[in-house]
């Protein structure tokens, strides 16, 4: 099994908008010496129209910009369900500007010029927690379909399961033999592609406990 | 000029309000006093006739009790020498009737009521007769009224006098003083009967206060004296005006060199930022690309080409900052000015901050006045700086005697200003930095006054130049191109 199977498989992409075409460049090539791709923008409105937004990576977005703020364009991104984790890069930070970008949803607020440290790890960090973000969302779709797929007495099985009940309680509990709860345990095993307790219970827990 | 207008006739309506005030007071006090003189003259007038009318009573007890035959009334005339106004006098045996119907009806009378009766009275000239009747000689005078009035001992004047004084009787009168007949505002009465119970003549007093008689010369004094407290009051307020309005200029010229400054060094931020990203993050790709292996020198060296690029790209926005502050234009507006003047406004504006803080200020200038090159604003605002500097410097310290000492001295083509305080001077480490942006060593401060009017004096072509005194206390030295006389 993998959850992410059905995800995009593509290799990270780090999407850099900026107005200074000098500052894009180097940002560019910096980013670019760890191995991760790097799309740069210059217009932030073409940005928000054309950016893939099913491509896994980070944003990372100038504060400062003509037409638009990096701080409003962080609000609309956030407000269009944008998952990428977004970074900030400002010439002038202010302590108040920071407190905002944080509070709308930006994962690191940084100051110009900033150390290849510093940027290379913040924007490692927020690929890794993308990729995992999506990991997540793939592998509960997953669960989700496979669940859909049992009938209503394996389901009332499954939940008992999870709440720590053996053959025999659950057996008692649904006026079934011990017998016909272990086919019903072996089926439902079998329908969602886990071999152990532990994997059931890692990915159904949470859909059994929603489900009415 | 709108408000000039409204001033003047703010101030014009102050004075009219004041002045009518002044005039109600002024008059009222006036009336009263009159009103007062002319009471206490009624009296004395009643009381001079009230004694004169007891003495006919006496003179007519006096000859019932004597009962001199008649073959002696002429030597009577010891009598009428006394009192002039008895005319004559008439005696007739009681048993015989009076020879005027009258008179004897005055006879029967006085046989009733015991006392002198009046009779025959002609009040208009001041005449009447009284008798009395007794035994064995009833006697009779005949008076005469003018004579009755001592005129040096007489409250009123007998002709002139504006009070109209007149004696009545029944449907009889007699003018004594016919007073001023004139039209007036304000009119005094007082009427009284005599104390003679044998003569009840009434005493009418009347006066007529004619608008000539108001304190008009005090009124129009008051008036003037007014105006001027007006004018001075608007002059002192205008005086006050100007200042707080110089100082506001001054303030406001400073509040926005400081902005333009504040904004130029945010932009030159942002404008010095974008390279210096830039490089750094060329800089760091080209080590982390030599440092693989085996280094990756093609995308090194471009990074390398591109950071060199936005090192010049730096140093020509510096490049143009420097010229823009060169062309700001300071220079061109600059022209002959008395920097005597500048600096005794600059003076005025602060003096009450320097008595605030309790502040000596002691000037030596020369003599004359001395004209530099310079814009008057931008002058201005160096020397307040400067002195403001000092008060700082010395309210920060509490010195217990604080001083500052500005002097002039003139010198060949140039002119130097220095201000001097006696406070602690400036700390030799910060010595060379006083003049740097943004430099400060107070909390509040944000370090650009010092800087701007170093710049403002180098525009202007001269130079700001800081010490510390070897006697103590900071030193401020304001150097500026002189005007020579001849050349000018």
Request: aromatic share 6%; with cysteine.
């Amino acid at each position: 099994m993998n959850p992410t199977e059905n995800g995009p498989s593509l290799s990270p992409l780090i999407h850099l908008l900026d107005d200074d075409a000098a500052v894009r460049q180097s940002l560019a090539l910096l980013i670019g010496t760890v191995g991760l791709r790097v799309q740069t923008w210059a217009d932030p409105q073409q940005f928000l129209e054309s950016f893939d937004r099913q491509s896994i990576g980070a944003l990372i977005l100038d504060v400062r910009m003509p037409g638009i703020s990096g701080l409003t364009l962080l609000d609309t991104l956030v407000e269009q369900g944008v998952d990428q984790p977004i970074i900030l890069l400002t010439g002038h930070g202010t302590v108040d500007m920071c407190r905002r970008a944080f509070k709308v949803g930006a994962v690191e607020f940084l100051e110009k010029p900033v150390s290849d440290d510093v940027l290379l790890d913040a924007v490692q960090q927020a690929v890794r927690q993308h990729v995992r973000r999506r990991e997540r969302l793939a592998a509960d779709q997953w669960a989700r379909k496979r669940y859909t797929s049992l009938s209503e007495r394996e389901r009332e099985v499954l939940a008992l399961i999870v709440e720590g009940l053996t053959n025999k309680e659950i057996g008692r509990a649904l006026s079934l033999s011990p017998r016909t709860v272990e086919t019903h345990r072996a089926n439902l095993f079998a329908k969602l592609q886990v071999d152990n307790l532990a994997h059931l219970i890692r990915y159904y827990a949470s859909l059994v406990s929603a489900s009415p | 000029m709108r408000s000039r207008h409204r001033t003047f006739l703010y101030g014009f309506l102050i004075w009219l309000g004041l002045s009518l005030a002044g005039a109600t007071v002024l008059t009222r006090a006036e009336l009263a006093r009159q009103q007062e003189a002319f009471t206490v003259q009624s009296n004395i007038a009643y009381r001079l006739l009230g004694q004169r009318l007891a003495q006919h009573d006496a003179i007519l007890q006096m000859l019932a009790l004597l009962q001199p035959p008649v073959q002696r009334i002429e030597r009577l005339g010891a009598l009428e020498a006394m009192f002039p106004q008895v005319m004559a006098i008439y005696r007739e045996e009681s048993d015989i009737a009076w020879a005027n119907p009258q008179w004897q009806q005055a006879q029967l009378q006085s046989l009733k009521t015991e006392r002198a009766v009046l009779t025959d009275v002609r009040l208009a000239q001041g005449r009447y007769v009284l008798l009395a009747a007794a035994h064995p000689a009833s006697f009779a005078v005949l008076l005469d009224l003018n004579a009755a009035i001592a005129w040096d001992e007489w409250p009123f004047r007998r002709n002139g006098s504006p009070v109209r004084v007149v004696l009545e009787w029944q449907d009889q009168q007699w003018v004594i003083s016919p007073g001023l007949d004139h039209a007036g505002p304000v009119v005094f009465q007082s009427g009284k009967t005599l104390a003679s119970p044998s003569q009840r003549f009434q005493l009418h007093t009347r006066r007529v206060v004619s608008y000539a008689d108001l304190p008009w010369g005090q009124v129009a004094l008051f008036a003037l004296a007014s105006a001027l407290l007006v004018a001075l009051i608007i002059y002192v307020r205008k005086q006050r005006e100007q200042t707080l309005r110089a100082q506001e200029l001054l303030r406001i010229g400073q509040v926005g060199r400081l902005n333009s400054l504040g904004e130029m060094a945010a932009g030159l931020a942002h404008e010095l930022n974008q390279p210096l990203t830039s490089v750094l993050a060329n800089t760091q790709a080209s080590l982390r690309l030599l440092q693989e292996d085996p280094p990756d020198l093609e995308p090194a060296r471009e990074a390398m080409a591109h950071s060199v690029e936005q090192i010049r790209r730096a140093a020509s926005v510096l490049t143009r900052l420097r010229h823009s502050l060169r062309e700001s234009g300071l220079a061109d507006q600059c022209y002959p000015l008395s920097l005597t003047q500048v600096l005794e406004e600059s003076v005025h504006l602060l003096m009450p901050e320097l008595e605030r803080h309790g502040i000596t200020l002691e000037k030596r200038l020369p003599p004359h006045d001395v004209d530099v090159v310079g814009e008057p604003v931008a002058l201005g605002q160096i020397i307040h700086n400067l002195l403001n500097n000092a008060v700082s410097a010395l309210g920060a310290a509490q010195i217990s005697h604080p001083r500052i000492w500005i002097e002039v001295l003139p010198r060949q083509g140039r002119v130097v200003l220095t201000v001097r305080d006696n406070g602690p001077g400036i700390d030799p480490q910060h010595l060379d930095r006083v003049f740097e942006p943004f430099f400060t060593t107070r909390s509040d401060g944000l370090g650009l006054g010092l800087s701007l009017s170093e710049s403002l004096a180098q525009a202007m072509g001269g130079g700001l130049t800081a010490f510390n005194d070897p006697m103590g206390g900071a030193v401020f030295a304001l150097e500026l191109q002189r005007v020579d006389e001849e050349s000018s």
